[in-house]
Nanobody, 115 residues
Framework: QVQLVESGGGLVQPGGSLRLSCAASGDIFSLYDMAWFRQAPGNQRELVAFITSGGSTNYADSVKGRFTISRDNAQKTAYLQMNGLKPEDTAAYYC?????????WGKGTLVTVSS
């Protein structure tokens, strides 16, 4: 069992930056692949970025070059550094921990990009 708590969301102007954190507790964090998803009102939840337990990363085309996913296994935390934010990045952001057939989700943190 893994519990996840996201933080770091808020209101930011276009072009600004935010860093989201996903703090984990419970099972051995280092064994899990971690991912950030987002869901805008009226839209389906979409994958933003993914980092494996070994540190390999992958990104949605819409955020490549602007967002960076990372993890600190000692702190049991995953991060999403978001630079060059655009209004279309406005969404609730969720982290997910996955291992084999198990998936655990946090409750999300809201990011609003607006002037």
């Amino acid at each position: 069992q893994v519990q996840l708590v996201e933080s770091g969301g808020g209101l930011v102007q276009p072009g600004g930056s935010l860093r989201l954190s996903c703090a984990a507790s419970g099972d051995i964090f280092s064994l899990y692949d971690m991912a950030w998803f987002r869901q805008a009102p009226g839209n389906q939840r979409e994958l933003v970025a993914f980092i494996t337990s070994g540190g390999s990363t992958n990104y949605a085309d819409s955020v490549k070059g602007r967002f960076t996913i990372s993890r600190d296994n000692a702190q049991k935390t995953a991060y999403l550094q978001m630079n060059g934010l655009k209004p279309e990045d406005t969404a609730a952001y969720y982290c997910r921990a996955s291992r084999l057939v198990l998936n655990y989700w946090g409750k999300g943190t809201l990011v609003t990009v607006s002037s």
